[in-house]
């Protein structure tokens, strides 16, 4: 059971090791565990093939670069690449590390999440919101603003105010706004939140718990748009599925 499956899993280690391997989980939303116990069925290998394919064209994007003359050279930047990539999965280790983080208490996993990816992803803030049983609002359950090095709660924002925000965290697996003032999903938050905060780019990763859509973890980026990249989608993916393990265990 689940042989073939895992041995994608197997191959993304090969290819990149670590951080490889949970672009993949990321990137299928399937992680090595789960595919170790699935069926082989003909549909999850199809779309772990299919999500092997992406993990692999990204890294070979990243680490070659057309030259002036149209060869194909080393990228200069893949050493800070693999330094900040270093730095991400550290930052996973350290939190999978602290057992308390697994045992219910979902606002002290927020805080050290928060405070791990605004240091990972060098982002001014990050912040960790919980969806309503009636699906009609998200609640910030911890805000981290890595400057002046503050925690704070209670900001609320509503799906009648912003639509399109709330349907694509219910159908994508992550909204990647690098320019959030013009994207259709984060563009209804500009006046009101993003200008007055000086947010340019927004990652924002939706919490799975038990299969349905609980929240919701975002990374701001203050200052000019920033491009965000597949490495930095994965890594925000791991920090909701740490959110996601606590509340399970909540549960």
């Known amino acids: 059971m689940g042989r073939l499956a ?11 090791g670590l951080a490889a391997k949970a672009q993949l989980a990321a990137v299928a939303r399937v992680t090595s565990a789960e595919a170790a116990t699935m069926d082989d069925s003909p549909e999850i290998l199809a779309h772990l093939k299919a999500a092997m394919g992406q993990v692999r064209s990204q890294r070979v994007a990243r680490t070659v670069q ?51 990816a605004a240091t990972s992803l060098n982002v001014e803030r990050v912040s960790v919101w919980m969806l309503d049983a009636r699906r009609t609002k998200i609640t910030c359950l911890d805000l981290f603003e890595r400057s002046p090095v503050r925690h704070s709660s209670g900001i609320e924002l509503y799906r009648k105010d912003c639509e399109p925000y709330f349907a694509a965290l219910e159908h994508e697996r992550t909204i990647a706004a690098h320019d959030a003032h013009r994207d259709r999903r984060t563009s209804c938050f500009s006046a009101s939140y993003l200008k007055p ?18 929240g919701v973890v975002c990374h701001e980026h203050v200052g000019s748009p920033r491009k965000w990249n597949s490495d930095e989608e994965s890594f925000g993916y791991l920090m909701a599925t740490i959110i996601a393990l606590s509340i399970e265990r909540r549960q």
Do not use: C, N, Y
């Not at 895992?6 to 280690?13: K, L, N, P, R, Y």
């Open 6 to 16: 895992i041995d994608f899993f197997h191959e993304a280690e090969r290819l990149g």
């Open 66 to 116: 057309p030259s002036a003359e149209g060869d194909v050279v080393p990228a200069g930047a893949e050493a800070r690449d693999a330094t900040i990539l270093r730095r991400q999965m550290r930052a996973v280790a350290e939190l999978m590390s602290q057992r308390s983080l697994f045992l219910g208490d979902v606002a002290k996993t927020a805080r050290r999440v928060d405070e791990a």
């Open 197 to 214: 905060l000086g947010i340019e780019s927004m990652l924002d990763v939706p919490i799975s718990a038990r299969g349905a859509m609980a």
